[in-house]
């Protein structure tokens, strides 16, 4: 399995932008497909996005789409969430999972192996 650990969470105004990064250990990671979820609470964790192992497919939450792209770096082990033009109802605890030879759409209803300790987002109104 990968270890994963997220960074670059923080505390933004609405409208604004944060980078998440999640960087993975373990010489098979590119064997991974990598997902993002999120958790606010008193909610269920959702889905955000999804990323294939070479990065030719990726696969979003309708929610998030046309403002969050997900990318990774195989080289650097580390995958990336961009988001922008955040709202109030992004603030969530987000996570990276990552499940190998899974494709992004699997991603987001199946059990990931690993995931990551979280990095809280608050989007400030």
């Known amino acids: 399995q990968v270890q994963l650990v997220e960074s670059g969470g923080g505390l933004v105004q609405a409208g604004g932008s944060l980078r998440l990064s999640c960087a993975a250990s373990?010489?098979?990671?590119?064997?991974?497909?990598v997902g993002w979820f999120r958790q606010a609470p008193g909610k269920e964790r959702e889905f955000v996005a999804a990323i294939a192992w070479n990065g030719g497919s990726t696969y979003y939450a309708d929610s998030v789409k046309g403002r969050f792209t997900i990318s990774r770096d195989n080289t650097k082990t580390t995958v990336y969430l961009q988001m922008n033009s955040l709202k109030p109802e992004d603030t969530a605890v987000y996570y990276c999972?990552?499940?190998?030879?899974?494709?992004?759409?699997?991603?987001?209803?199946?059990?990931?192996?690993?995931w990551g300790q979280g990095t809280q987002v608050t989007v400030s109104s």
């Open positions: 373990g010489r098979t990671f590119i064997s991974y497909a």
């Open positions: 999972a990552a499940r190998r030879f899974t494709t992004t759409q699997s991603m987001a209803v199946m059990e990931p192996e690993s």
